[in-house]
Structure formats: structure tokens, C-alpha cells
């Protein structure tokens, strides 16, 4: 079953700590991405990679981390540091970065911090 | 004022009938313009894809158009159904990002 997957779909924490989304693809794409949705706004870039061990800040990377030491895997540390993390965070892929190729998303993760 | 404007912000209709949604921008130039289906807490799914140069894209009983006259493109669905319900987001790939519209919130009502 090909595609994109996140995990856990739902996730909640307490204020101060860090916590960490996953995301996988099995699709053999180089650029992924990490969005941030907030009700009534648009997906807003939190970070994104055009290859393994690189990445880059998108908008609002303030208060996250990513890593990519696999082509598959780009996971995300929401930090303690993030103002208000309470949103919902979808992962992206795309055979090349630049964004003319298609995005695929994944399933989403819904992180509460109380 | 953001680059990718969708209107309306939600939308009832009957199952059965037809409804069109907008997507103004002012993004300029532009690679593509995708219409994406994004279904409660799931994550959005490609409609279609257009290039600056086509007018207009169709996926079963969804139709894309665009106007680069009028910086407008709209989403023409046919014989909605229950399961279109769901939100509809203008996505624009500019000369450096991708900027996403806020939405189209559709509920079809049997």
C-alpha cells in the first residue's frame, strides 16, 4: 500500500513538552514537507526537505525542528518553545522539490497542548 | 490581503444539484493552479492540476476553469452527492511557493 503516512492521528501533551509527529512515505520521493492548519486559515509551511540530510525553514518554523537522515522519513518536534501548538499538521511529498509536481498528503496528526 | 482568495467561505446545497466555487488571486507569474478535496481531519486530496495556459480541467463531475484575464479560476460541481461534502482548497505553485487559499466548506444536505 503505497503513499504517505503519519502517525499518531491523534496526539496530546502537556504545555512545556516536546513532542514529536512522524511521518513516512514509501513513494521514492525526494521533497517533503511539513504544514501547519489553523480554521479558516490556508496550510501555512512549517518546514520542508529537497533531500536527505538537508532542510529548510519555511514561514512559520519558529518553535519546530525537523530531521531527514532518511529519504523516507521526516519527522517534526513541536518544542516547548512553540507559543500555540494546538493545530492540525500535515505531512507532504512530492517527487521533486519547486513544487511543480504534485503534492501527496498524508492523513494529518491532530495535536492538542493543554 | 492574502495572495489566494476563495469564496464562498461555506456553501449548502441539496444533494443533486450544481455548485461553482471561486478562487481569486494575484499571484503573477504562476506555474500551476491545483483544486484540492480535503474531507474532515484527512488530509487534502488532488482534484486537478492546470497549467497557466490551459482554461480548463475536468475529473469525473468535478470542472476546473481559469481565467488569467480576470486572475480567476473556478470549480463547477455536477450532480453533487453526499460525499463531496467536504472542504475545497485553490492551491497556486508562484515563483518561489506554493500558496494555499483558506477553503470552500461545502455541506450537501439529502
Not at chain 2, 455548485?19 to 507569474?29: E, G, I, R
Not at chain 2, 481531519?41 to 492546470?50: A, D, K, Q, W
Amino acid at each position: 500500500d503505497g503513499g504517505i503516512t503519519q502517525s499518531p492521528k491523534y496526539l496530546f501533551r502537556k504545555e512545556g513538552q516536546n513532542v514529536t509527529l512522524s511521518c513516512e512515505q514509501n513513494l521514492n520521493h525526494d521533497a517533503m514537507y511539513w504544514y501547519r492548519q489553523d480554521p479558516g486559515q490556508g496550510l501555512r509551511l512549517i518546514y520542508y526537505s529537497q533531500i536527505v540530510n538537508d532542510f529548510q525553514k519555511g514561514d512559520i518554523a519558529e518553535g519546530y525542528s525537523v530531521s531527514r537522515e532518511k529519504k523516507e522519513s521526516f519527522p517534526l518536534t513541536v518544542t516547548s518553545a512553540q507559543k500555540n501548538p494546538t493545530a492540525f499538521y500535515l505531512c507532504a511529498s512530492s517527487l521533486n522539490p519547486g513544487g511543480r509536481y504534485e503534492q501527496y498528503f498524508g492523513p494529518g496528526t491532530r495535536l492538542t497542548v493543554t | 490581503k492574502n495572495q489566494v482568495e476563495q469564496s464562498p467561505q461555506s456553501l449548502i446545497i441539496l444533494e443533486g444539484k450544481n455548485c461553482t466555487l471561486q478562487c481569486n488571486y494575484t499571484v503573477s507569474p504562476f506555474s500551476n493552479l491545483r483544486w484540492y478535496k480535503q474531507d474532515t481531519g484527512r488530509g487534502p486530496v488532488s482534484l486537478t492540476i492546470m497549467t497557466f495556459s490551459e482554461n480548463t480541467k475536468s475529473n469525473g463531475r468535478y470542472t476546473a476553469t481559469l481565467d488569467a484575464d480576470t486572475k480567476q479560476s473556478s470549480l463547477h460541481i455536477t450532480a453533487s452527492q453526499l460525499s463531496d461534502s467536504a472542504s475545497y482548497i485553490c492551491v497556486l505553485l508562484g515563483a518561489s511557493k506554493i500558496i494555499f487559499g483558506s477553503g470552500t466548506r461545502l455541506s450537501i444536505r439529502p
